[in-house]
């Protein structure tokens, strides 16, 4: 266990350490590509894909020869993954590491863009066996790149997940685990020396599903929160929107408590899973949507973190494709924004930082479900059309989709407009257990639906019922539900101290707290100036 540390000085000094000169590309995100499918798509149909999206960075998972022979030319930026299961080998051998970097990356250069190669994923934490040979590894592959003179194009780093790190919430308080300082102190200063940067798996679902409740789905999703349960680090005060950013912080900070305070942050991964089995409730094309679109917004925003302002952070979205053989629960397979066979499962544009359901056509349908209560339908639909401020026009007599008459078809038709308007800003599909998402395009005749392929509308206008950005909210009789994925109240005692005193002002902070294991604490702050 790390020693316990002043809870306000040091992070004090972290923040200002964390205002000197770093090096960084800025801010991108790019994609992950796995090849653990029982049938792949063609690398030109995945190249298609990459630059019909306008994606400019990948990380392959595999250094897959067809698709590096794909990239040829495209400009896109290439990181290249070393697999575990090539780790023990090159991590043993400098032979061995030059012969991987002839066969995988100086063949293909200076036509394919490789710009980096990423050591193993996770191997302190998945295969902690292998830990004494993952550095020797890293340098042995710069040693190689260095001697064909590609060791200023190709960067060498090591994606580690959020485990490495001791009690990563609040992040001014962070630290890597001690039980890994030995393997990562070498590791650290071979990234500040060769400026690369440190690879971080960030993955803010697994975040919250070992949580257990303590922290709201909201704040996974980037959500807006409302005031009495913002997310503040209370030693900085900093306030956190997004459990994303809090990861990064994590790992910003931890850096700096072992006195490595200037190297920057790639997100290697990041994402969530669209499908899951039992047990896996949070696990929905929802979810997915609303986290990846968010996550979109907000990295290309380019304004860094609470603890690095500024400090854009390059996001590899975790994955392109569906891996269907991979093991594990049925999520593990399903967090890609495509099926092998390269039909999309929710429309997401990644290089362009916007939602393609605007205008290509989205694969997600908000319907009125077939076995739902007519009197709860009838609700929705008049709460859609009225407060949630849904386009209900061509759903009234005369207009193109008032046939069907019927309530189910009339619903549907307002349902899809709501949601295809909110989703991105936390609006769900649900309506007291009414509506369900479809990927099949209700549209019919002259009835065009809003975000169909024949459609000339565009969604995302403004809302009366996301309440100004926040998740949406139904009637007085309906209230908002995401499927049965309530908490339990997060406030277990509640306190009052000052905080923090100024030359400007005194900050009075009412503090609601949940207590975490370790002894540790979760606090939701509320300050005001006196």
Known sequence: ????????????????????????????????????????????????????????????????????????????????????????????SRAAAADWVKRNVASYLPATNITSIAVGSEVLTVIPNAALVLFPAMRFLHSALLASNLDSQVKVSTPQSMDIIFQ????????????????????????????????????????????????PLDYALFRPLPSVKQIVDPNTLSHYNGMFDAMVDAAFYSMAAANF????????????????????????????????????????????????????????????????????????????????????????AIGTGVTTNTTSGPVVFCVARPDADPVALKMGLDWACGPGSANCTAIQQGQPCFLPDTLASHASYAYSDYYRKTVTAGGTCDFNGTATLSYSDPSHGSCVYVGSSGSTATPGGSSGGTGGGGTAMGPTAMPPSSGGNSRSPLVSHFCISTLWTSIWALLLVSVACRPLPLGTQFCLVRASVI
């Open 1 to 92: 266990m790390p020693p316990e540390m002043p809870p306000a000085v040091l992070p004090l000094l972290l923040s200002f350490i964390f205002l000197l000169p770093m090096v960084s590309e800025g801010a991108f995100v790019g994609v992950n590509i796995g090849m653990a499918m029982a049938d792949r798509p063609k690398a030109e149909e995945v190249v298609r894909i990459l630059q019909d999206q306008e994606i400019t960075h990948v990380r392959l998972l595999d250094p897959d020869r067809e698709l590096l022979k794909a990239l040829a030319g495209t400009g896109i930026q290439v990181m290249l993954g070393l697999p575990n299961n090539e780790l023990l080998r090159v991590g043993q």
């Open 168 to 215: 990563p919430f609040p992040p001014s308080a962070a630290t890597f685990n001690s039980s890994w300082l030995p393997i990562l102190f070498p590791i650290l200063r071979f990234l500040q020396n060769t400026r690369s940067f440190f690879m971080l798996n960030a993955h803010p679902y697994y975040g919250y599903v070992k949580a257990g409740g303590i922290f």
């Open 261 to 348: 305070s200037t190297i920057p942050i790639v997100v290697t991964e990041t994402g969530w899973p669209w499908q899951g089995g039992t047990g896996e409730p949070d696990a929905t094309v929802e979810n997915a949507l609303t986290y990846n679109a968010n996550l979109i917004r907000r990295v290309i925003n380019d304004t860094g973190t609470s603890g690095r302002p500024g400090a854009g952070i390059g996001t590899y979205i975790y994955e392109m494709f569906d891996e269907d053989m991979k093991a594990g629960p049925v999520s593990a397979r399903s967090w890609g924004v495509y099926f092998p066979n390269g039909t999309a499962i929710y429309s997401l």
